[in-house]
């Protein structure tokens, strides 16, 4: 099956810092890829839809200023969180839609965030 | 809006003893469904999937789940279940064609007793 990965598994940064999260499609090229977070015992909450070479599309409530996108190629998509807070720390996970079998997302491991 | 229930947070279950997790949905149109399952430092894994036709639907590791459209519901089964089943599971819905993202339920913490 299609396989996505992230980088890094985990960081820890300061307040104030930028952190960057990496999501890539291994085996396949997807024109679209979606950022998602997690808390804990909680549910996956979509925070923003990444499209190849167009502005990514963000989800009522999600600073775009503060989680910068960019998906640069066909397999690639990074998350920036900038000037991070403590209150950012979260699971962060991304997800590609594989075209030839489309509606289906797979989803990379994820980035646990954690900002002191 | 759409939305996903997923009224159980914990589930218990003996090892070799069948299973049932519940989901329901709230969609404006004909939802695509999905089931995906979350293990300790691994992603999420689809399980299965529903977009038209049979509403039982069989998916990887010997779970199947059935759409009711009646019940807005897509429940999960495995009739026997192992110890490494033990993990996270959440129902997802979405609108189809791949281009948006999915809403998730909480989901349900799957316990395995020996």
């Known amino acids: 099956g299609a396989v996505v990965s992230q980088h890094p598994s985990r960081v820890i940064c300061k307040s104030g810092t930028s952190v960057k999260i990496e999501c890539r499609s291994l085996?396949?090229?997807?024109?679209?890829m979606f950022w998602y977070r997690q808390f804990p015992k909680k549910s996956l909450m979509l925070m923003a839809t990444?499209?190849?070479?167009?502005?990514?599309?963000?989800e009522q409530g999600v600073e775009k200023d503060k989680f910068l996108i960019n998906h640069a190629s066909l397999t690639l998509s990074t998350l920036t969180v900038t000037s991070a807070h403590p209150e950012d720390s979260s699971f962060y996970i991304c997800?590609?839609?594989?075209?030839?079998?489309?509606?289906?997302?797979?989803f990379g491991p994820g980035t646990r965030l954690t900002v002191l | 809006a759409q939305s996903v229930t997923q009224p159980d947070i914990h589930i218990t279950v003996s090892e070799g003893a069948s299973l049932e997790l519940r989901c329901n949905y709230s969609y404006g149109a004909t939802p695509y469904l999905f089931w995906y399952v979350q293990s300790p430092g691994q992603g999420l894994q689809l399980l299965l999937k529903?977009?038209?036709?049979?509403?039982l639907v069989q998916g990887i590791k010997g779970f199947e789940a059935e759409f009711k459209r009646s019940q807005s519901s897509f429940n999960l089964r495995k009739p026997s279940v192992h110890w490494s089943d033990a993990a996270e599971y959440f129902c997802a819905v979405g609108p189809g064609g791949g281009a948006d993202g999915l809403t998730f339920g909480k989901g349900t913490h799957l316990i395995i007793q020996p």
């Open positions: 085996d396949f090229q997807a024109t679209t």
């Open positions: 990444s499209n190849e070479g167009s502005k990514a599309t963000y």
């Open positions: 529903y977009f038209s036709g049979d509403t």
């Open positions: 997800s590609a839609r594989d075209p030839p079998v489309t509606d289906t997302q797979y």
